[in-house]
């Protein structure tokens, strides 16, 4: 919201920042921050949620002993703060906000050029490339081990293995937290990985002032600024689409469409019986051969 109004601002001004913004570049530094902040949080809540789920379903025993809402707290304070630190370091000097193609956003200078920050605005820019895949490769990692430890959980519940009662009430818990995790673990990373990693290859580039990697990139008329802008686009998503993901993979939800669909669709007895006497009626056609 805040981002969209900042972006609002300046097409409603003509991308005029000079009207809009101060001259020591307040609004952009802000616009910047922002941008930084509600791109990593996200990815660093559900990389938390993540390992929560694994150690949860994987050390039950310890998950209940040792983890408590306190603690789930903190982490989740101590996972903003992170944030907020890195995005606040352009801000303060460790590297720079500037606008971006064209002309409606800030972000992190990926150039190393704006007030002679050199490096340190190239390790600003990296730095926030390389938290964002870590998250996104962290996240994978544990909600694969999630699901394969509840797929051998099921195995055995199938081959009638005994499980205790606090084990039994957790599980149905667990699955739909899991599947919530990973359907938003696949928004983010569809979302989120090519403007990463873009962001990172641009930053590595001009750090090695690899300027025939760039003029590749640059055929067609494809500039590198237009390039980011459209990957950028593909990071809005998510924030539409993670409050529905959590809405409609719920039990009580899943449960009501299944049972819609049930209703419409045929059952496999009449599906068989369908199929049945097609296979029937082409066998008899005297057309045939």
Same mark, same amino acid.
């Given at each position: ?19 809009? &913004? ?20 996200p ?79 190239l ?15 962290? @996240? ?69 002032? &690899? ?30 689409? &993670?409050p ?28 068989? @019986? ?10 008899? &056609?005297?057309?045939?051969?």
């Open positions: 919201v805040i981002t969209g109004a900042l972006a609002a601002r300046a097409y409603g001004a003509g991308l005029r920042w000079e009207e809009i &913004d101060d001259g020591a570049g307040s609004l952009c530094r802000f616009f910047g921050t922002c941008m930084v902040f509600f791109g990593l949080a990815l660093a809540l559900g990389t938390a949620m993540a390992a929560e789920r694994c150690v949860g379903v994987s050390l039950p025993l310890r998950f209940a002993a040792r983890v408590t809402a306190r603690g789930a707290r903190r982490a989740v304070l101590a996972a903003w703060a992170a944030v907020l630190a890195l995005a606040a370091l352009p801000a303060l000097g460790a590297g720079a906000y500037v606008r971006h193609f064209p002309g409606s956003w800030c972000f992190v200078d990926m150039r190393g050029q704006a007030g002679g920050g050199g490096w340190l605005a390790a600003s820019a990296l730095l926030f490339s390389t938290v964002g895949l870590a998250c996104l490769a962290a @996240s994978l990692v544990c909600n694969t081990i999630t699901v394969v430890n509840l797929a051998r959980a099921r195995r055995r519940l199938w081959c009638g293995e005994r499980r205790s009662s606090v084990t039994s009430a957790r599980r149905p818990h667990d699955v739909e937290m899991a599947v919530q995790l990973v359907a938003i673990m696949l928004v983010a990373t569809v979302c989120w990985s090519p403007f990463l990693a873009r962001a990172r290859t641009a930053t590595l580039a001009h750090a090695h002032g &690899d300027n025939h990697h760039d003029a590749h990139l640059n055929a067609h008329h494809h500039t590198q600024p237009q390039v980011l802008f459209v990957y950028r686009r593909t990071t809005t998503p998510p924030q539409v689409l &993670d529905w993901v959590y809405i409609l993979l719920r039990r009580a939800v899943l449960r009501a469409l299944c049972g819609l669909l049930g209703r419409r669709l045929p059952s496999p007895h009449k599906m068989g @019986s369908l199929l049945s006497s097609l296979r029937r009626s082409l066998s008899t &056609d005297p057309t045939r051969g």
